[in-house]
């Protein structure tokens, strides 16, 4: 490889560096999983009954603890996500 392919390939573009900016916050070290547990906690407050009925939909009937189970696969599948990309970006920073 000569000079100028390396001086070529260290070139970064504005719109990578923007990609990679992280957000800057206290809010950014909160994992996603502390907002389900509070909503938990908050419900077991507020219903009496964990099967509680909060949703029918076309003869569905879901309670509150169902709902707020999809939710936190949901936020549990995106944080590994967020780690995964965030590893990827770290692997590829270091070698």
């Known amino acids: 490889m000569t000079h100028s392919e390396r001086a070529d390939a260290a070139v970064v573009s504005e719109s990578d560096v ?3 900016r992280r957000r800057k916050g206290f809010l950014r070290y ?3 999983f502390t907002y389900i547990l509070v909503m938990f ?3 077991q407050l507020v219903f009496d009954d964990p ?3 909060i949703l029918d939909y ?3 009937r879901l309670a509150w603890v169902e709902v707020l189970m999809v939710a ?3 936020v549990a599948m995106a944080e590994q996500m967020r780690y995964r990309i965030l590893a990827s970006t770290i692997s590829t920073k270091f070698c």
């Open 18 to 20: 923007a990609r990679h």
């Open 51 to 53: 099967r509680a009925t």
């Open 72 to 74: 936190a696969a949901i």
């Open 58 to 60: 076309a003869g569905y």
């Open 30 to 32: 909160i994992p996603g």
């Open 41 to 43: 906690v908050i419900g």
